[in-house]
């Protein structure tokens, strides 16, 4: 695209000033929201510093950018993956970099918002010499596979079957989500993205469901497996349960509770049952079984004061992992799942157990996808109340880099067939 300045053309590839034309790639041109792409300049001088800069529009139509200044090799190139820039958004050498250090271009902007629909979302470079661009790229970062469809579930259930492409049947997983409520689609739709027939469940704050998280009978998600169990897309002996923070919790106490959970995943949980949440409840518990309400701790941390509200992990029928963050400001995930797996052993428990626990991550510790991790204060969705996630950007991208491939690989030899003891 530069070559009306060049002084020679030879075999179609432009020179400008003895030098190849400056080159910025971006391979492959889309990718899974969960995966990394190949960003390299070349045709540079050696040595030479060049910028390249990202941005990209969210689903709440905020701009997102970032910039780091990076010094060509010997023979002209750089390489992202390999190379920590000098300068600018981030420092370390990261593939995706330039996407996870990104911050919002105007004030008052909290959190990064998906796309909308679920659907692809544009990224775009540009590569600058001396404060002027003069090369860019362009990548998609899709949401879900190809081939990947929804099924709405209405009725007793509410919430939606994401199914991969094929035939299936596949593993089953039950999907739940935190306090925020509604219908977790995005880790559904990651799941079925990658070969599981994921279903991610409503349980409050959705339609006619109870509004509030409190009172929520576990006999609910009873049916819920019930019904995954006779769906002919779904293995019925290979179904697990995945959870994020009181979801994690929630997937915890399934898993203890249910025989047809053959694996439980559970991001930033909780080692206990706590109370009801989040302000104008009228019931202070959260959880019933059997029409009667279960213990609850009544603090963030919980200590041997609340033994009644300890989730009994050890009756679980199969593997667990856990992922937790150290710099977790919603609760004390890290020591949470530390006395999970104190318990467990204690228990001299049967199954494998994996933590993952990140020493500069947050609340949003391992989240399934690569994308801008800054964050301000944030008003919870029901509650109204302004919380810290916690984490650095930097810690909370290399959470995600690092657990993603090991939650794929947990779920796909966990429920390759039934789990058997250690």
Not at 217 to 233: N, V
Not at 356 to 364: D, E, F, K, S, V
Request: glycine content about 10%; some cysteine; charged content about 15%.
């Amino acid at each position: 695209m530069h070559c009306q300045s060049a002084k020679l053309i030879l075999a179609g590839v432009c020179w400008l000033s003895g030098l190849a034309a400056q080159i910025l790639t971006v391979t492959p041109g889309s990718v899974l929201i969960d995966e990394s792409a190949n960003i390299r300049a070349s045709g540079l001088r050696p040595n030479e510093h060049v910028t390249i800069s990202a941005d990209l529009v969210d689903g709440d139509d905020q701009r997102w950018e970032s910039a780091a200044e990076f010094v060509a090799d010997t023979q002209g190139n750089v390489d992202v993956a390999t190379q920590a820039p000098v300068a600018g958004s981030y420092q370390v050498a990261s593939a995706m970099g330039l996407i996870w250090s990104m911050k919002p271009a105007s004030k008052g902007v909290g959190l990064y918002r998906p796309p909308k629909e679920q659907g692809p979302q544009q990224i775009h470079f540009a590569l600058s010499r001396d404060g002027h661009p003069i090369e860019a790229a362009q990548l998609e970062q899709r949401t879900m596979g190809e081939g990947v469809h929804e099924v709405n579930i209405t009725g007793v259930l509410h919430g939606v079957l994401f199914l991969p492409a094929g035939n299936g049947p596949f593993p089953g997983v039950l999907v739940l989500g935190g306090s925020e409520g509604g219908v977790p689609r995005r880790r559904a739709a990651w799941l079925a993205s990658h070969g599981f027939a994921a279903f991610a469940l409503a349980y409050f704050r959705y339609e006619n469901l109870p509004q509030q998280l409190e009172a929520i009978p576990l006999e609910y998600f009873g049916q819920a497996l019930a019904w995954m169990k006779k769906r002919p897309e779904i293995l019925p002996n290979s179904i697990a349960v995945m959870g994020m923070s009181r979801g994690g919790e929630l997937a915890l106490q399934l898993g203890s509770m249910y025989p047809a959970i053959k694996t439980v995943v559970a991001y930033v949980p909780a080692n206990a049952r706590h109370r009801a949440c989040c302000g104008g409840n009228m019931a202070p518990w959260a959880w019933t079984w059997q029409g009667s309400p279960l213990a609850y701790a009544e603090r963030k941390e919980t200590g041997a004061e609340d033994l009644l509200a300890m989730i009994m992990v050890e009756h679980t029928g199969g593997p667990i992992l856990l992922i937790a963050g150290e710099q977790d400001h919603v609760w004390e995930s890290a020591s949470m799942a530390e006395s999970i797996v104190s318990r467990l052993k204690r228990d001299h428990f049967a199954y494998a157990v994996e933590d993952l626990t990140y020493a500069h991550a947050g609340h949003i510790a391992g989240r399934p996808e690569i994308v801008p991790e800054w964050h301000g204060r944030i008003a919870h969705t029901i509650s109204g109340r302004s919380t810290d996630y916690g984490g650095t950007p930097e810690g909370n991208a290399l959470s995600s880099i690092d657990a993603i491939p090991k939650v794929l690989d947990f779920l796909r030899r966990n429920l390759a067939g039934a789990a058997s003891p250690n």
